[in-house]
């Protein structure tokens, strides 16, 4: 089992310019998340998705922010237009169905925005 | 929103010694979690505690819950080098899947 992968593993780009993040979950779970990492406002759940459908974006900042799961072995999450405040770490993780779940987590994308 | 706050924000011990984070949380909960997160890294899963469940052991971990009080308490016994990383509760308030993370305690443990 190769876990939750993530890619790019880092990413540097200029204010203004459009970033995807990509990750592809664990073969048979049907539940995957984004969530972002930062210093200041620690672990936030930006999306989170259930059979390929958006369950709940009420994390999501803002309309610049945009995440898609065209099919079960992959999302996208897309920033358009970057800001330098979008710079942190995104995690991917996905989970089974069930009562009881836990997280397996990508190793994340760390951006900075120039 | 933050759901579970995390104390101490840092711990720092000698080897050998036991550690303990303690969590608090707001709104009633389905399940408790603990994730460990080693430095630039993704994080691992630890350890689930139901909310009808008040202790839980897995190797060196003991995680506690009181659902009065709203608060869990993760140890780790007889802790290693090895153990030094950030510890994050995170809590799940219904059967959506939906976790909310802590601010997380990082733990240091000098050889």
């Known amino acids: 089992d190769a876990g939750v992968i993530q890619s790019p593993r880092h990413e540097v780009t200029e204010m203004g310019q459009e970033v995807t993040l990509r990750c592809k979950p664990i073969?048979?779970?049907?539940?995957l998340f984004w969530y972002r990492q930062t210093m200041m406002r620690g672990l936030e759940l930006l999306i989170y998705?259930?059979?390929?459908?958006?369950?709940?974006d009420s994390g999501m900042p803002e309309d610049r922010f945009s995440a898609k799961m065209p099919n079960a072995s992959f999302s996208t999450l897309k920033i358009q237009p970057s800001e330098p405040r979008d710079s942190a770490v995104y995690f991917c993780?996905?989970?089974?169905?069930?009562?009881?779940?836990?997280?397996?987590f990508g190793s994340g994308t760390q951006l900075s925005v120039l | 929103s933050q759901q579970g706050e995390e104390d101490p924000q840092a711990l720092s011990i000698q080897e050998g010694e036991n550690a303990t984070m303690n969590c608090s949380y707001k709104t009633s909960i389905n399940n408790l979690q603990w994730y460990r997160q080693n430095s630039g890294r993704g994080l691992v899963h630890l350890i689930l505690?139901?909310?009808?469940?008040r202790e839980k052991h897995s190797g060196r971990l003991r995680v506690t819950l009181d659902t009065s009080k709203k608060s869990s308490s993760l140890l780790i016994t007889a802790s290693r080098a090895a153990d030094t990383a950030s510890y994050f509760c995170a809590t799940a308030t219904s059967n959506t899947g939906k976790l909310i993370f802590g601010q997380g305690t990082t733990l240091q443990v000098k050889p």
């Open positions: 505690i139901r909310s009808n469940e």
């Open positions: 073969s048979g779970h049907d539940y």
């Open positions: 993780a996905s989970s089974l169905a069930g009562g009881q779940r836990k997280l397996f």
């Open positions: 998705f259930n059979n390929n459908v958006p369950i709940d």
